[in-house]
């Protein structure tokens, strides 16, 4: 059967613009917050009513797809077979808690493997990422253009600075050269916004070691519309099951990237 991504990008854009106004509505309330995997780790009552109110619009509406999602759903997937959806209902909840900005709720729809739907909704920013396989990819409505390749020493790389304090963590040395060579960094606490970000331009590269599927399946949808270089380390597609190595960002770059990671 001919599926028609369209119609699905069209509903999820409505159940997510209903999320939104109710992560907006609940930063008026106090929050029930919990840790997960360790002190840092939080998650809140939030996480969980926006993945299962998306969950719900999801079975309903197309009750023979799987769903993924970071706190609930899918916790028994071990295949791309079929469409999944994949959620993420707050992607950056450490900002939620401490900022009340720069949060999104990302959503996607893949295929067999193959990203077709992808939306990444920045809250607070009013920020729609937008994107339909092999129809471009869209900001706030506005096409966006493919991406030109860039040298590191004048790109923007979005990159963490914990990851790179100390020996411990694997590849730090590596990506203190990176964050050396490059013209500045950026981090904002929200990989799915991050890569939306690569997508338009605003970052030029993004290094991750530790992304889930459902941080990156959203923004990856639009990073292929664009042209973007998306790999791990060893130059892989990333793993749409396990948490792994995600580096994205303009063509050429990339390769320059990847070169010191592996030095
Ligand atoms: C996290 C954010 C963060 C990234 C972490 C993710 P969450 O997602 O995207 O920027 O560095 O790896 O786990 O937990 O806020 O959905
Ligand atoms: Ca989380
Ligand atoms: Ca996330
Ligand atoms: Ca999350």
């Known amino acids: 059967m001919e599926e028609n991504w369209s119609a699905m990008q069209e509903k999820a854009v409505q159940w997510i613009q209903e ?3 109710l992560l907006r509505a609940s ?20 996480d969980f009513k926006i993945e299962r109110l998306l969950t719900k619009k ?27 959806w994949i959620i993420d209902p707050i992607d950056g909840t450490t900002n939620f808690v401490h900022q009340q900005f720069n949060f999104a709720i990302s959503l996607a729809v893949f295929e067999n493997g193959i990203g077709k739907v992808g939306i990444v909704y920045d809250v607070m920013a009013d920020e729609w990422f937008t994107a ?13 253009s493919k991406l030109k390749p ?44 991050e890569l939306c970000y690569v997508a338009c331009g605003r ?22 519309e664009v042209g973007a ?25 990339q390769e320059k990237v990847r070169g010191m990671l592996n030095s």
């Open 19 to 21: 999320a939104g106004e």
């Open 27 to 46: 930063l008026e309330e106090s929050l029930v917050i919990e840790t997960k995997s360790n002190p840092n780790d939080l998650v809140t009552e939030m």
């Open 58 to 84: 999801i079975n309903k509406e197309y009750p023979g797809h799987r769903i993924l999602g970071e706190e609930e759903a899918g916790a028994d997937i071990t295949d791309t077979d079929n469409i999944i």
């Open 132 to 144: 339909l396989e092999g129809k471009g990819a869209y900001h706030n409505n506005v096409k966006l």
């Open 150 to 193: 860039a040298e590191l020493k004048e790109a923007i790389v979005g990159i963490n600075a914990r990851w790179i304090k100390n020996e411990k963590i694997p590849y730090a040395r590596q990506m203190r050269n990176i964050v050396d060579e490059s013209r500045s960094t950026r981090a904002y606490g929200s990989a799915a916004i």
């Open 203 to 224: 970052l030029d590269s993004y290094v991750n070691l530790w992304l889930a599927p459902w941080d990156f399946a959203g923004a990856e949808v639009l990073l292929r």
């Open 229 to 253: 270089d998306i790999s791990t380390i060893d130059n892989k597609r990333p793993s749409m099951l396990e948490k792994g190595p995600y580096l994205a960002g303009r063509p050429g770059l």
